[in-house]
């Protein structure tokens, strides 16, 4: 039998308080629910012509595949972002003026400018016309931008984070700032940085639905030829709220189980007096040691 040294277990009361916050707190997520459910049944929402498109498999196929253009366009934004990340969140560490402040610049500007805006920017100036870029990477190099400036934050503060001694043991060993960056600081910042990284996936798939207001392929711009068809934007937006939700659901289990796995803090358990085998007269914490 161990016991946690870091809090208190709840006690009879604290647990039937919880249970009791549970199921008031269900009653009234279910209440709100059918609340909608009524209120869309008494304005004629739940007509089965408007949600036909859902269960017509070619209507299902151009979701699927707007959901995988959706899927690929945040993916490679966001493996550009971390190379972003990477080179300019380094370059703010750096000891030379001349690497430093161009890169704190570039990082203070894109975090600056909203995601859309830049996608206007891009669309406008690069995006159309014969020989443009079109609004598929221009929504991928705006996303790009924004989200590798966030991560160029996330990459510092994860390096700052690692102890120092570690750096000055290293230098202490001869090795050169390059190595010390790579061989010690790095390996040890991922570890920090993980959840953070893969949080920010899930605000890149999110905003690829501002594509929407450039032309760009796809969730969101399947879903506008929906409603534009069918007239039920009700519908269509229940629809891809949902796809978007269940995606994003995915990504945060994941962060979810790379931070337990990899940066999760480990609970420090001593052993009960009493249990067997054990000498009640020995310090438990010593034990441990």
Same mark, same amino acid.
């Given at each position: 039998?161990? @016991?946690?040294?870091?809090?208190?277990?709840?006690?009879?009361?604290?647990?039937?308080?919880?249970?009791?916050?549970?199921?008031?707190?269900?009653?009234?997520?279910?209440?709100?629910?059918?609340?909608?459910?009524?209120?869309?049944?008494?304005?004629?929402?739940?007509?089965?012509?408007?949600?036909?498109?859902?269960?017509?498999?070619?209507?299902?196929?151009?979701?699927?595949?707007?959901?995988?253009?959706?899927? !690929?366009?945040? %993916?490679?934004? $966001?493996?550009?972002?971390?190379?972003?990340?990477?080179?300019?969140?380094?370059?703010? *560490?750096?000891?030379?003026?001349?690497?430093?402040?161009?890169?704190?610049?570039?990082?203070?500007?894109?975090?600056?400018?909203?995601?859309? *805006?830049?996608?206007?920017?891009?669309?406008?100036?690069?995006?159309?016309?014969?020989?443009? $870029?079109?609004?598929?990477?221009?929504?991928?190099?705006?996303?790009?931008? #924004?989200?590798?400036?966030?991560?160029?934050?996330?990459?510092?503060?994860?390096?700052?984070?690692?102890?120092?001694?570690?750096?000055?043991? @290293?230098? @202490?060993?001869?090795?050169?700032?390059?190595?010390?960056?790579? $061989?010690? /600081?790095?390996? !040890?910042?991922?570890?920090?940085? /993980?959840?953070?990284?893969?949080?920010?996936?899930?605000?890149?798939? +999110?905003?690829?639905?501002?594509?929407?207001?450039?032309?760009?392929?796809?969730?969101?711009?399947?879903? +506008?030829?929906? #409603?534009?068809?069918?007239?039920?934007?009700?519908?269509? @937006?229940?629809?891809?709220? %949902?796809? #978007?939700?269940?995606?994003? *659901?995915?990504?945060?289990?994941?962060?979810?189980?790379?931070?337990?796995?990899?940066?999760?803090?480990?609970?420090?358990?001593?052993?009960?007096?009493?249990?067997?085998? /054990?000498?009640?007269?020995?310090?438990?914490?010593?034990? $441990?040691?």
């Amino acid at each position: 039998m161990t @016991a946690s040294v870091l809090y208190d277990q709840p006690g009879p009361r604290t647990r039937a308080r919880h249970r009791i916050y549970t199921v008031v707190s269900v009653v009234a997520l279910v209440g709100a629910v059918a609340a909608v459910i009524w209120r869309m049944y008494d304005r004629g929402q739940l007509a089965y012509e408007l949600w036909e498109p859902f269960v017509t498999p070619e209507y299902v196929r151009a979701l699927l595949a707007g959901l995988r253009q959706t899927l !690929q366009m945040a %993916a490679l934004a $966001i493996l550009f972002a971390v190379a972003f990340g990477v080179v300019f969140g380094v370059g703010k *560490l750096s000891d030379r003026r001349i690497l430093r402040w161009p890169s704190w610049l570039v990082v203070e500007f894109f975090r600056a400018v909203p995601v859309l *805006l830049m996608m206007y920017f891009l669309y406008l100036a690069y995006g159309v016309g014969e020989g443009g $870029i079109g609004p598929y990477w221009c929504v991928v190099i705006a996303l790009m931008v #924004y989200n590798g400036a966030v991560l160029a934050e996330v990459f510092r503060a994860g390096i700052n984070a690692v102890p120092k001694g570690q750096a000055e043991a @290293a230098y @202490a060993l001869g090795m050169r700032k390059s190595q010390v960056m790579n $061989i010690v /600081l790095m390996p !040890q910042a991922v570890k920090i940085m /993980l959840p953070s990284i893969i949080s920010q996936c899930v605000v890149a798939l +999110k905003d690829t639905s501002l594509g929407f207001a450039i032309l760009a392929p796809g969730l969101t711009r399947v879903g +506008k030829q929906i #409603y534009d068809e069918f007239q039920n934007q009700v519908q269509v @937006a229940i629809v891809v709220t %949902a796809m #978007y939700v269940t995606v994003n *659901l995915l990504l945060t289990a994941l962060a979810t189980w790379v931070q337990r796995k990899y940066v999760g803090e480990k609970r420090l358990t001593v052993p009960m007096v009493g249990d067997a085998g /054990l000498d009640p007269s020995v310090d438990p914490v010593a034990r $441990i040691r």
